[in-house]
Antibody, heavy 121, light 110 residues
Framework: EVQLVESGGGLVKPGGSLRLSCAAS????????MNWVRQSPGKGLEWVSS????????YYADSVRGRFTISRDNAKNSLYLQMNSLRAEDTALYYC??????????????WGQGTLVTVSS | QTVVTQEPSLTVSPGGTVTLTCASS?????????PNWFQQKPGQAPRALIY???NKHSWTPARFSGSLLGGKAALTLSGVQPEDEADYYC??????????FGGGTKLTVL
């Protein structure tokens, strides 16, 4: 059974940093590209970032490019999102999602339950 | 800034048929935008339904189908069930790598 478990969310002040993690199990993590998608409270979904299975190719939404960095550790079956210079508008539930294909676009199939990030002073 | 537009809300009767659409501010939606559809119920994570216009995941009920219709991506539900009441989101890809979600359609089964 595919399982994705996000962690690392919390309350952070504007301008601060946070690192999200996603622990994957139930599939060969190193063979799949991965995504981060977020959802602001009561709002719609927003694609944030994707990374190829080998970690060589990374893509970002304009709203986070230059502030967020996606990475992975295939030996630890883990996906990460380093978030710097956080803003109030980054407040959201952050989902980790596996990609159904290793060829772009990395469209999500399985999703985690999310971790909540709140940016507030 | 690219905008993907969906109907904010739709209502359908049980057993009926409804079509949700997904438009792009850049022009007609084609298969090259790899349209995806997701279902989200309150308090739950999204669930993937359709990828690359009309391909179903192994768990997607047969009553859900994807297509291109009049320059838009479309999701049709035939024989709607009460449990289909949910928010539905489309996802389009631009340049083959950057995804943009639509604002979502709240489907009411009444």
């Amino acid at each position: 059974e595919v399982q994705l478990v996000e962690s690392g969310g919390g309350l952070v002040k504007p301008g601060g940093s946070l690192r999200l993690s996603c622990a994957a199990s139930g599939f060969t993590f190193s063979s799949y590209s991965m995504n981060w998608v977020r959802q602001s409270p009561g709002k719609g979904l927003e694609w944030v970032s994707s990374i190829h299975s080998g970690g060589s190719y990374m893509y970002y939404a304009d709203s986070v490019r230059g502030r967020f960095t996606i990475s992975r550790d295939n030996a630890k079956n883990s996906l990460y999102l380093q978030m710097n210079s956080l803003r109030a508008e980054d407040t959201a539930l952050y989902y980790c999602a596996r990609a159904s294909s290793n060829i772009s676009p990395y469209t999500p199939d399985y999703w985690g339950q999310g971790t909540l990030v709140t940016v507030s002073s | 800034q690219t905008v993907v537009t969906q109907e904010p809300s739709l209502t359908v009767s049980p057993g009926g048929t409804v079509t949700l659409t997904c438009a792009s501010s850049t022009g007609a939606v084609t298969s090259g935008y790899y349209p995806n559809w997701f279902q989200q119920k309150p308090g739950q994570a999204p669930r993937a339904l359709i990828y690359s216009t009309n391909n179903k995941h192994s768990w997607t009920p047969a009553r859900f189908s994807g297509s291109l219709l009049g320059g838009k991506a479309a999701l049709t539900l035939s024989g709607v069930q009460p449990e289909d009441e949910a928010d539905y989101y489309c996802l389009l890809y631009f340049g083959g790598v950057s995804g943009v979600f639509g604002g979502g359609t709240k489907l009411t089964v009444l």
